[in-house]
Structures are given as structure tokens and as C-alpha cells.
């Protein structure tokens, strides 16, 4: 037939589907992901690095080095892994499983913690336990009278004391949506059988969420090990040093190449105990499809340790939670932090410059650089927010349309391995990668284009996880149906998926916005004087000796995330009249 | 005209369609059916241009839409088609208009014009009121007439229909068989439908194609494909009640059918099936399973070691479960079917 050769108009070739597409999202992960982790290793195997591995693992110096802060980054991995996975499981036990009163507020109490930055808690602890050993202020103990001693203001115990507040949380949301699963039939039949109720807990309802609890340590291990504000703050102070201090020293005073060491040391560190948490589990069937009706579950009856279990958990969620941020809106406002609830005005908000104070530093009111600090995060966060959308969204549709290829297997691979990387490693590999131009890409750092690939790239699993649920929103059919019609790819986004899509968009968009502008691990490396961030700031005068307008900053970062959610709640209500029943 | 040659669609080693040919005139209403898995939605999705076919051709009106042994099809848009999902597919954040509208937007028709036909299809299929309501608010009967407007208000010259009134009552599917069939002549297009339903296929097709196992078993009119089925799968599938297969070793030995060494299977229809008060030498004796009356006629099933027979004979019957019941056969078969399946 004449027409075969002439390949009219609106025939596709069937052989090669989508293979643009593809290709640019490949190109996307690769540049976002693959390049800078792999210009860091480069780096550090160039002649300008020349012994810097031996150096940093084998001399007389990788005690200081290396060592030591991994010694201290262990210690932290695993004590506040296994705090938060006690703590953060027996939470999730007396929510999911129990007759605990205000089940629902606790519930909620204890996903908060997380929401706080964790170098706000830091800030919060040191407003009230700082002593006079690394002089400046006082906190509110020692401002009472009593001497507060080193190991409880500085150092390890300060460090994992509040990285167990900040990180249970995580533990908690991932153990009671196990617990969650279990149907109560499990749990009765085990009492038919005449078990107790500690034999039930240990025989029954430990080994089945036994995947859920391993996954909430190494998940919150990995977490631990990357954090920086925290020992940032806490410990710094004293040389306590952890591989992330120790990787973000170097890069300040220069030592490039034994930072970008650090920094692999460190990814291979957080990488080996997510996949040996994820081999354990993987090997396990999965118990949590095991359902069926289920009906109502029913609870264990706490009897006469209701009331008691009920203020421990109280206390400890009212104490991760509340505390810290009273703590910090109160020292924003006292003159001395030795003095949280007395003379407070309004000099760090809106005062204007006065020797006597804070050697002469205004209120953040009339600060210009936490002004524009502050334009900057927020620009930053939306930026964030739309890139993470297109990227995730692109990479999740050409994920789920085409399956079956080497290259959706590469971009799979590729989008889940910010995970493993530590922000603070993530950005020294930015750094690495484009503090110099290379080929048509100019040198970016420094620049606002720098921070918003980093935090692409540092998000990516999170925005590729976000499309995925999204595409599945949207069936197949309502976009074949389209397709029907002859619209096109872009058209189809435009006019189906994206509607369709808005509310789980707006979402993850909302947290990756919250996420960014309350992020300083990642950001720590790439801030410059010129590219001020809020919560950089935040650590700056923190580390400086202004611990109240670090804490006043910190309530502006609160203050933007509350008001964020809310308002993107209020946005997705009222612009999808469709769902309404 | 559809003209589909040799054609083959393969999903990894499985071979979902295998080496199909047929042949509808302009103006057919084809019936696709079949058991779940036997290939059916596959065709559809071929004929539409969702997929591409492993090998083989399909012409429209003698224009070749897709060719799979040069691996490539013309885009679903282009091929002058429309499709009526399953699920419908309506888009759930338009309304009604809003949904038949934006084909007629993509094709790039102007305005007045696009009113025009979204009011003239929403009146054919009698939902005008309907235009401003969101796909949420109107009933499932609703959202089947939306999804058919919206496929036709392009005026595609062929209709695909998958599996179209799977989700509607038992009711409502009378209602919307003959209301299909009305659209099918108003809009003068080629039909193709899909079903499990062989009742769907006996009443509203002018053509059948009986698929199994990504074959077709056999290609004919409603009537045809009842008398003269060509295989013991189409003798089994097709017509209500559907013909019964009886093994020549279960046939009683008393019955002149015994005589000579058959082998194979015969078949019986319903309707030439007797009930007999009491044993003989020619009745078979089965347990008695369920009796429904029919159009002033009773219809009584049998089962035994795995044989289920259907007889539909006049008289007044009552039977309990426990019963026994005594069927007799006809003379002669209705047809013969060897080992294999195949018309002997």
C-alpha cells in the first residue's frame, strides 16, 4: 500500500514508545542524582585529593578525622534509634491498641515533634539547660538558681536527648500504621487459646509488626547520623563531633577534599543500615494483608494503669511538643533567657537598635538581612515546591506507563537514592559539582538556582512518590479516553490529570514547602552571605551567642509553616466542587 | 467496513489474540464475545488504537489503521473511532456538557458549533437536562448515556463498545440493549461491541465472532451461530438456555442412539428434551438441581457426575431438591462434536 510509505500524519511508530520521554526523565535523574555523587567520588580520587583517603582513614590525624566523629555519629545512631523505637512504639501501642483516654489527641501529639524542626528543639533545650561553661547567657534553670551540669547542657546526652524528642515521632507514624492493620480477630483468637496479655504481645502482635518496627529504627538510625543542627548545637560547642560537624568544619575552613571524603564516609555509614533494615524485612511475607472484615477491633483494658500510662504519655508528648515551642516564643520575647517569663517586650521583633542589647543588633523587624532572609526562604520553598511537582509528576508518569524497560528500572533506582544521602552530604556534593562550572553550566554557587536543584534533587524520592500516588488517582481509562480524542500529552496533563490531580498535588507541593524552608542540613554548605536562608540564620546567631533572635527566627519558620498548611487546606476545599457529596 | 487479517497480539509469552480474521460490512453491529480472558477486550483495544497488534492488519473502510507486521498504528484520534469504556471514563471534574464538549474542543470546532452538537447528541440520548450536573450527581444509567454521547458527538464512523452495560441493573440493561441499538442506526456507524453476555450478542448483533483462548471459535449471525454451532464451546455458550452436551457413553443403553459405536459428544437442545414420570430403558436419571418457569413453559436442570442437563417442556412439574428426575433424549442429535470439540 502507497500509504506505508508515506508515514501520513498522526501514525505512530509502535516500537520505540515514548522514548523521549523517557530519556529526558533519565536525563533529569541523572543530573539531579547520579552527576553529583558521582563528581564527589571523582574528586576525591583526583590528583588534587591525592591522599587525602589515607589521610583521613589511616594517619596520625583520622582519629580527629574520621574515628572519633564516627565513634560519637554510632553511639547517636543506635541510642536514638532504639529510644525512638521504644518510645515511639509504646506510644503507637497505647493509641492503636489500647483503651488509653484522649486516644486521638495523643495520636496526634505524637506525629507533631516532627513537624518542628529539629534545630528548634536544639534551641529550646539550650534555652533552658545552657550553663556558663562556654560562657554567654544562661538558660532559664541555671536563671532559677540551680547549677545545671555540663553533661546535661552540652554534649552526647543533651545531643540524643533530643534527637529521641524529635525523631520518636517518626517511629511512632511508621509502627501504628502497623499496629493498625492488625485485626482484632488475631489478637481474640490468641485469648480463646488462653494466652495472657503479655504472652499475646510477645507471641502475637510483636512478630507481626516485627517489619514495622525495623524499618522505624533504621529509618530513624538514618536519620539520626545525617542530622546536624542538633550536635551542631549542642555539641559543637564542646568538639563534640559527629561525621556531619565534622564534614560541614572542613568544608567551612576549606579542607574540600577531606570534607567530600567525610561526606561518602558518611553516605556509606546512613546507606548500610537502611538496606540491612530493608534486608531484614524484605525477607518476611507481609502479614498486613492478612485483614478481612475485621469489624470492630477491640481493645486492651488497661484497668488500673489507665490514668497512669496515660500521663506518661502525656508528659512525654506535652514535653516534645508544647514545651519547646512556649520555650522558644518566650525567650523571643524576655529580655535574658535566664528569665523566659519576665519583662518581656517586643526588642527582638521590632526594636530598633540599642547598644545595651545584643551589641546593638535590631529586631528581626528591622533587621534587613532576616528580611530578606525571609523573602528568600519563601521564594525558595515555592520554587521547590513547583520544580518537585513537575519533576515528580514527570518521573512518576513515565514510571507508570512504561514499566517494562532497562531505563524506567534506571530512573527507579536512581529517584530513590537521595534517601540514602545525608543533606548535609548532598550538599557538599553540590558543591563539589557546581561550585565550578562544568561544560555549558556556569559556576552556581552561590546562587538561588543552586539551592533550588539541590532541594529537587534532596526531594526527589519524596516528589516521585507524591506523583506516583497521584497518577494512580487518575485511572487509565479517564486519560485513554482522552487519548481518544486525539489531545495531546501536554494537552491531556493539562486538562484531566492536573484537575483530577490538584488536591494530592497541592499537598505534597504544601510539605515539600514546609520541608525546605524548615530544612538547614542540606542547606547548611550552600547558603552564602548573599543567599540568606532563614533557618542558616537561625544556626548563625544561635552559634554566635544570640540564642533569642535564633529563637525568634525560628518562630518566624514555625509561624510560616503553620500558616502554610492552613491556608493550603483552605485552597483545597474550596477548588474542587466536583467531590462534594 | 472493518477487515482485520491474521491478527496476533502477544504480551511477553503470553499470546493474548491469536491470528484473527473477519470481515463486517459498513453499518454492522458486531459482537465480540466470549469468556473472561478469552482475548476480547485485547481486539478492542486494538481495533481502537490503544494497542498495537504483534502481527497483522485492520483495515477501516479500506484504509489500513494499523499494521503489526510493520509495527505501527495510526493514533486513536485519527482513526475516525470512538470508544465507550467500561467504567465509563467519564472525566469527573467536567459536567455533563463539559465532558461531550472537550472531544469537539481538541478537534478544534468553534464554538456555536460545539453547542449545537452537544445539544443535539444530549437530546438524542435524552439527558439534556443533564448538561450541568458533575458525573457524581447523575445515576449510573445517566453516566452510560454521558459516556455514549461523548463518543458519538465527533461523529466517529466506527463505535466500540467494552463490556458497555456490565455495571448497569438487570433492568436498566434491557433498557439500554435497545437504546444502544437505536443510537447504532441513528448515527449509521459501524458498531463493535464487547460482552461476556451471550444474550447481549444474540439480540443486538447482526454479526458474532465467539472468541476462546484468543481464537475465534466461530463467526456468524445469532441465528447461525444457535443452529448450526461449529464447535461444542459455541454449542455450550450461545442461546438461553444454552444447548446441552451429552458424552455417547452416558447415553442409556436402552436409547436407539446407543446402537453403533459413537463416540464423541452429542448435543441436545432444551426444547427437544422430555421429562418422564418414572424410570425406563431409554431415560436418564439425574438429581433433580432447579426448575423456573419460561414463557409459560417449564425449564428443569438435572445434574449427575458432572453432567448438567436442560429440558424445556410443558407440563406441571414440582420437584424438591433430593428428587430424582428421569429426562429422555430425542431420536436423533441436534449435532455431533468429536473428541475435540470440532463439528463432525
Known sequence: MTSNLLWPRGRALAGRPGIAIKLAALGIVTL??????????????????????????????????????????????????????????????????????????????????????SFATALAWGSLFRNSRVGGHVGFIEGLGFAVPDWLAWGMAPTLIVLIAHYYSLAFTVIVAALATINSDLVEAAQLAGARRSRILAGIVLPVVLPAVVAAGSLTFASAVSNFAVPALLGLPVRMQTLATRLFGMIGIGQTARGYVLAILLILVSAVFLWLGNRMISGRRSYATVTGKGGRSKRFQLGASRYPLFAVAFVICFLTTIVPVVILFASSLAPSSSALFSDWNLHYWIGRSNAAIAQGQPGIWHNPGILSATAITVGLGVAVAITTTAVGLLVAFVLARYRDSIISAAINQLTLVPLLVPGIAF???????????????????????????????????FSVQTGRAVIQQVSGDLDESARMTGAGTLRRLAAITMPLAARGLASGALIVFVKIIRDLSLVVLLFTPAMPLLSVLAYRYASEGFPQFANAITVVVLVISIAATLFANRLQSKSQPWLKD | MIRINSLSRRFGSFEAVKNVSLEVPAGSFMVLVGPSGCGKSTMLRMLAGLETPTRGTIEFNGKTVSDGDGNWTIEPAKRNAGLVFQSYALWPHMTVAGNVDWPLKVAGQGKQERADRVREVLNL????????????????????????????????????????????????????????????????????????????????????????????????????????????????????????????????????????????????????????????????????????????????????????????????????????????????????????????
Open chain 2, 125 to 344: 440520548l435524552g439527558i439534556e437536562n443533564l448538561g450541568n450536573r458533575f458525573p457524581n450527581e447523575i445515576s449510573g444509567g445517566q453516566q452510560q448515556r454521558v459516556a455514549i454521547a461523548r463518543m458519538i458527538a465527533p461523529r466517529p464512523g466506527i463505535l466500540l463498545f467494552d463490556e458497555p452495560l456490565s455495571n448497569l441493573d438487570a433492568k436498566l440493561r434491557v433498557e439500554m440493549r435497545s437504546e444502544l441499538l437505536r443510537i447504532h442506526r441513528a448515527t449509521s456507524a459501524t458498531s463493535v461491541y464487547v460482552t461476556h453476555d451471550q444474550v447481549e450478542a444474540m439480540t443486538m448483533a447482526s454479526h458474532v465472532a465467539v472468541l476462546n483462548e484468543g481464537r475465534i471459535e466461530q463467526f456468524g449471525s445469532p441465528s447461525e451461530l444457535v443452529a448450526e454451532p461449529s464447535s461444542a464451546f459455541v454449542a455450550t455458550f450461545v442461546g438461553t438456555p444454552p444447548a446441552n452436551l451429552v458424552d455417547a457413553d452416558l447415553i442409556p443403553p436402552g436409547h436407539p442412539l446407543r446402537k453403533g459405536n459413537r463416540t464423541g459428544r452429542l448435543m441436545f437442545r432444551p426444547e427437544d428434551i422430555s421429562v418422564c414420570s418414572g424410570p425406563g430403558p431409554a431415560s436418564i436419571e439425574m438429581d433433580f438441581a432447579e426448575i423456573s418457569p419460561l414463557a409459560g413453559r417449564s425449564m428443569i436442570t438435572g445434574t449427575k457426575n458432572g453432567l448438567r442437563l436442560t429440558a424445556v417442556t410443558d407440563g406441571d412439574f414440582r420437584f424438591s431438591v433430593g428428587d430424582k428426575v428421569h429426562f429422555l433424549l430425542p431420536l436423533q442429535p441436534a449435532a455431533c462434536f468429536d473428541n475435540e470439540g470440532k463439528r463432525v
Open chain 1, 427 to 461: 550538599g557538599a556534593a553540590y558543591i563539589a559539582l557546581f561550585g565550578a562550572g562544568f561544560g555549558p553550566v556556569p559556576a552556581l554557587y552561590g546562587t538561588f538556582i543552586l539551592l533550588v536543584i539541590a532541594a529537587t534533587a534532596y526531594l526527589l524520592p
Open chain 1, 32 to 117: 539531579l542524582v547520579a552527576l553529583p555523587l558521582l563528581k564527589i567520588l571523582a574528586f576525591t580520587f583526583s590528583d588534587e585529593a591525592t591522599g587525602t583517603w589515607h589521610e583521613v582513614l589511616f594517619s596520625r590525624l583520622s582519629y580527629n578525622l574520621f574515628w572519633g566523629p564516627l565513634q560519637n555519629t554510632m553511639l547517636l545512631g543506635f541510642a536514638t534509634a532504639a529510644g525512638c523505637v521504644i518510645i515511639g512504639g509504646f506510644l503507637a501501642w497505647l493509641v492503636a491498641m489500647t483503651d488509653i483516654p484522649f486516644r486521638r489527641t495523643i495520636g496526634l501529639m505524637a506525629t507533631l515533634p516532627f513537624m518542628i524542626p
